[in-house]
C-alpha cells in the first residue's frame, strides 16, 4: 500500500468512525437520575421522598419520554454522613451509570459530592445543600446551585433584622459545614449593617435537647437569637425556646433557615411571627399554586413542596431540556453543565434567571414573616410576604466571588 492509499485510508477510517460515534451519541437518549438525601432523619420532611416526587414530575412534565427517550430514578439515603453519601454516588455513577445526582441536603455531603462528580466527570444538581461555598471557593464546572445559599439567609433576614433594631446576635449553630458557613455569613453581614455579635454556641447535628444552649443565648442578653440551623434541629429549638418564653422575655429568635414543613411542625401557635427567608412559597403566585396543588396529590405525605423540593423539580426541569437540546445525552458531566449555563432558565415556579459561571441561579427571594393562627384562611396559609429580594442582592456578587471557574 502506498503512503498516499494509507492516508487516505486513515482518513476514511477517522471519518467513519467519528461519524458513528456522533450518531451514537446523537440517539443516546437513556438518563439516570439519582436523587441523594436524607430519607430518614432531621431532613427527610423537607426533601426525602418529596424530592424523588418532584423529579418524578419534572421527568412527566418534560415530556421526554413520550419523544421515545428512557429516564430512570432512583433515591438513596446519605444519613447526614458524608462518607456514605460519596460511597453511594461513587457506586451510582461506577455501576449503575448514574448521570446526574440531585439534591443533597446537608453541605458536608454536599462539598464531598461536588468532589466526586468532579472526579467522575458526572453531575451535581443541588438544592438541598446551603453553604455558599459551593458555588464559591469550592466551586467546579460540576456542580450547580438551584435553590438557595447561606448569602442569600444572611443578607435576607440577617440584615433586615438588624436594620430593624435587632443590632446584637447570638448564634445557635449546628457544628458541620452548614451551620458554620451559615454563621460567618449572617455575622458579616450583622456586622457590616452597624450589629454586634455577642457570641455563639455549637450544637450537634440532630440534638434532642436544646436546654443548655438556650439559657446560653439567653443569658447573653442578644436582642437576636439566630438559629444557624435546620430541619428538625430548627424545629426543636423554637419548641424549647418557646417553652423557655424567651420570646416573650423580649428577645427574638431568628429561624435563618425555615420551611414550611417546619412551620406546619411547629403550628402557626409557636412559630407566629418568625422572620426568614426563602426563594420559592407555594402560594406565592397562580403558577407556584397550580403546581404545589399538582404535587401535594403526589407526596407520599400529602404535603406542600418546600424551598429544596420545589428546586429539584426546576433543576431537573432543566437539565432535560438541555440534553434535548443537545440532541441525546453525551455522558460528559462538564459539557451538559456548560450548556445549562448556556440555555436561560425558565419554570412555572422560579421563573427565567441565567446560571451563573460559578454555578449559582439567580432567582429572586423574599422576606416572609409567619402568620399568626387567626389570620391564616385555608390549609397551608402560613407566610406573609415583607420584602422581595432582587437576584443580584440575593446571591453574592461576581466581582466579590471566590470561585475559580470565575474571570476576574
Not at 454536599?110 to 453553604?131: F, H, Q, W
Not at 436594620?163 to 451551620?179: C, E, H, R, S, V
Not at 447573653?220 to 423554637?238: E, F, P, Q, R
Request: charged letters at 20%; a neutral charge; glycine letters at 8%.
Amino acid at each position: 500500500m502506498t503512503t498516499s492509499h494509507a492516508r487516505r485510508m486513515a482518513a476514511l477510517l477517522a471519518a467513519t468512525t467519528l461519524s458513528f460515534a456522533s450518531s451514537a451519541f446523537a440517539d443516546d437518549k437513556v438518563v439516570k437520575i439519582g436523587v441523594l438525601n436524607d430519607m430518614s432523619s432531621l431532613y427527610a420532611d423537607i426533601g426525602g421522598p418529596n424530592s424523588v416526587a418532584a423529579v418524578n414530575m419534572a421527568v412527566e412534565d418534560s415530556g421526554l419520554k413520550a419523544k421515545g427517550w428512557t429516564i430512570e430514578v432512583i433515591s438513596g439515603d446519605h444519613q447526614n454522613k458524608p462518607d456514605v453519601g460519596v460511597n453511594i454516588g461513587r457506586q451510582w455513577i461506577d455501576t449503575q451509570k448514574v448521570d446526574v445526582i440531585m439534591d443533597t441536603p446537608n453541605s458536608g455531603v454536599a462539598l464531598a459530592v461536588s468532589n466526586l462528580v468532579k472526579e467522575k466527570n458526572s453531575i451535581l444538581l443541588n438544592s438541598g445543600a446551603a453553604t455558599a461555598d459551593l458555588t464559591g471557593k469550592a466551586c467546579n464546572a460540576n456542580t450547580i446551585s438551584f435553590t438557595y445559599d447561606t448569602y442569600m439567609l444572611a443578607n435576607g433576614t440577617g440584615k433586615a433584622l438588624t436594620k430593624a433594631g435587632g443590632d446584637t446576635w447570638f448564634f445557635l449553630t449546628a457544628d458541620y459545614a452548614f451551620g458554620h458557613a451559615l454563621e460567618r455569613d449572617t455575622s458579616a453581614v450583622v456586622t457590616s449593617s452597624g450589629g454586634k455579635v455577642l457570641g455563639s454556641v455549637k450544637h450537634p447535628l440532630n440534638t434532642a435537647d436544646f436546654s443548655s444552649f438556650l439559657l446560653q443565648a439567653q443569658s447573653s442578653k442578644a436582642k437576636v437569637i439566630g438559629l444557624a440551623n435546620a430541619g428538625g434541629d430548627t424545629t426543636n429549638s423554637i419548641k424549647q425556646a418557646s417553652e423557655f418564653g424567651i420570646v416573650q422575655g423580649g428577645q427574638k429568635l431568628a429561624a435563618l433557615l425555615l420551611f414550611v414543613n417546619d412551620v406546619h411542625a411547629l403550628g402557626l401557635k409557636v412559630a407566629q411571627g418568625l422572620t426568614f427567608t426563602e426563594s420559592f412559597y407555594w402560594d406565592l403566585n397562580d403558577q407556584t399554586r397550580e403546581w404545589s396543588k399538582r404535587f401535594q396529590k403526589l407526596s407520599p405525605k400529602g404535603t406542600m413542596p418546600s424551598m429544596t423540593v420545589a428546586g429539584n423539580y426546576a433543576g431537573t426541569l432543566h437539565y432535560l431540556k438541555t440534553l434535548e437540546a443537545l440532541g441525546g445525552n453525551p455522558h460528559d458531566g462538564a459539557k451538559v453543565v456548560a450548556k445549562m449555563k448556556e440555555i436561560p432558565t425558565d419554570d412555572p415556579l422560579f421563573g427565567k434567571g441565567p446560571l451563573r459561571a460559578d454555578g449559582r441561579r439567580l432567582i429572586p427571594a423574599y422576606l416572609f414573616e409567619v402568620k399568626k393562627p387567626e389570620e391564616s384562611k385555608y390549609p397551608w396559609d402560613y407566610y406573609k410576604l415583607i420584602a422581595k429580594i432582587a437576584p443580584e442582592d440575593a446571591a453574592k456578587p461576581l466581582e466579590a466571588s471566590d470561585c475559580p471557574l470565575v474571570k476576574k
